[in-house]
T-cell receptor
Framework: DAGVIQSPRHEVTEMGQEVTLRCKPI?????LFWYRQTMMRGLELLIY????????DSGMPEDRFSAKMPNASFSTLKIQPSEPRDSAVYFCASRPSGVQGPAFGPGTRLTVL | KQEVTQIPAALSVPEGENLVLNCSFT??????LQWFRQDPGKGLTSLLL?????REQTSGRLNASLDKSSGRSTLYIAASQPGDSATYLCAVRDYGQNFVFGPGTRLSVLP
């Protein structure tokens, strides 16, 4: 099992540009989570999906953020337009139904200049 | 709203010492609690998961305990090694799907 796969691993962009982060969850996992980690706020849940359906997006900071899960093996997190305060590490995680905890991807380090 | 704190924020110990990391949470209505390890520039690796009905879990040199009524968990690391150096985070899951993470304890084990 390759684990949760995220791309790109690093992204540097300029303010105002569109950024798309990608995630491939572990096969068979029903839940997919997007987290953001910063020094100031730690790890924060942005949104999670169950069986490809967005369930709770209350953590999405602004309308500039959107997430999709068109199928069970792919999800995207898009920021449009990006701002310097969006600079953070974005993690994708997935887990199966039941008691098991989430498995995290390696993260995407986003820098917005 | 659930809040998770961890003490200490950072810890430096010589190799071979036994150590305890602490995690506190404000709402005892949790589904489970999980301890993670995060190496610099890397994702999170799950160490131990304790269900709300359990008191402790053990894996190798690691032992995690849970006292739900007092809102506390501890992670005990026996005979620490330089390879244990990392940031350790605890996370509590409510009866939905939300995990609330603590800020972490940054551990350095000196050879």
């Amino acid at each position: 099992d390759a684990g949760v796969i995220q791309s790109p691993r690093h992204e540097v962009t300029e303010m105002g540009q569109e950024v798309t982060l990608r995630c491939k969850p572990i096969s068979g996992h029903d839940y997919l989570f997007w987290y953001r980690q910063t020094m100031m706020r730690g790890l924060e849940l942005l949104i999670y999906f169950n069986n490809n359906v967005p369930i709770d997006d209350s953590g999405m900071p602004e309308d500039r953020f959107s997430a999709k899960m068109p199928n069970a093996s792919f999800s995207t997190l898009k920021i449009q337009p990006s701002e310097p305060r969006d600079s953070a590490v974005y993690f994708c995680a997935s887990r199966p139904s039941g008691v098991q905890g989430p498995a995290f991807g390696p993260g995407t380090r986003l820098t917005v200049l | 709203k659930q809040e998770v704190t961890q003490i200490p924020a950072a810890l430096s110990v010589p190799e071979g010492e036994n150590l305890v990391l602490n995690c506190s949470f404000t709402d005892s209505a949790i589904y489970n609690l999980q301890w993670f390890r995060q190496d610099p520039g890397k994702g999170l690796t799950s160490l131990l998961l304790i269900q709300s009905s359990q008191r402790e879990q053990t894996s190798g040199r690691l032992n995690a305990s849970l006292d739900k009524s007092s809102g506390r968990s501890t992670l005990y690391i026996a005979a620490s090694q330089p390879g244990d150096s990392a940031t350790y985070l605890c996370a509590v899951r409510d009866y939905g799907q939300n995990f609330v993470f603590g800020p972490g304890t940054r551990l350095s084990v000196l050879p």
